[in-house]
């Protein structure tokens, strides 16, 4: 027995510390990234609880990737420029699954601030069901405000709590007919798009997950989605260079989801949506279109070959987010 008590010691320990792991894996987490708004300031680094992170060296108009951390816990979130003390600091509790953006920016005084700003998921909703009449949109079976949706059109951002939620939408006036369910985080721009089928009898839900990390004010973000049944792949290309290539309708190509985006300089641009299969068969032409700076663009093909349209649309990204 005295030779066995040293070996349960050891296994009592190890299973001691196999639950703590496994406790600190299913804690709940937040996240965070940093960005550099403040053009006064050259590089800074970052200090959480006064350590040292992996955010060195961040210039002006740097935006970092997201980070987890521990949720349920205050942190003292501290920048500094490169060679110089951490003088620039705010403190913030992180709650369960929430993403925070921690923005330095010039301060009301001149002297520089950083604030901790929660995202929350915001959603709208766009009629792109060629042949499907105007619809009302429902979250978790409860009609919403936006009602009367008809074809080619968007709703605005509403802002939603996180978690799994169900969209629908039914005819106007009626009931739920068509539903989808997504999971929404707190860095979430989504659009529940309605498209159409082949022979126009009905629409299908589709969750698209947009970027909307603009935060330059000389910079776009553009969204291209495809939502023509029965047209081939399509290309996007901006002044003659393709930035966006095999685009198809949904579920038609594998995992491909019919979305996809690029960033470009703001400014006058000419956009083409060509085919894939034959790049010379241009299927939309909109010379001298013209991009605003720190916008986020919604560009969606729709409708059925030989009747197809585009719908436009762009977001101010720092208003929507309300600062």
Partial sequence: ?????????????????????????????????????????SEVYLLINGNRTEIQNAGYRSVSEWYSLRADTAFRFSIGEVGESADISVTKRLQPNSYTTLTLE????????????????????????????????????????????????????????????????????????????????????????????????????????EDYGVTDPNLVRVTVFHAVPNLGAVNAVVNGATFIQNLAFPGTQGNNDGLDSFGTAAGTIDLQVTSTVDPSTVLFDAPGTVLFGGRAYFIAAYGLPGNTQLLVTSSDVAAVRGG
Avoid at 177 to 190: H, K, M, P, Q
């Fill in 106 to 209: 010039a301060g009301s005084t001149g002297r520089p601030t950083l604030r901790a700003v929660d995202a929350v998921p915001r959603v709208r909703v766009a009629h792109l069901a060629q042949g499907v009449g105007a619809v009302d949109v429902f979250v978790n079976g409860e009609r919403t405000e936006i009602t009367n949706v008809t074809v080619g059109n968007i709703s605005g951002w509403v802002a939603l709590p996180l978690g799994v939620t169900r969209f629908g939408v039914g005819p106007a006036g009626g009931a739920e007919s068509y539903t989808v369910s997504t999971n929404l985080r707190g860095d979430a721009w989504t659009t529940i798009a309605a498209v159409g089928t082949a022979d126009g009898s009905r629409a299908q839900l589709r969750v698209l997950n």
């Fill in 1 to 41: 027995m005295r030779r066995l008590l040293p070996l349960l010691l050891v296994l009592l320990a190890a299973i001691a510390m196999s639950y703590t792991a496994l406790a600190q894996e299913s804690a709940p987490v937040a996240y965070f990234r940093f960005a550099h708004s403040a053009p006064d300031l």
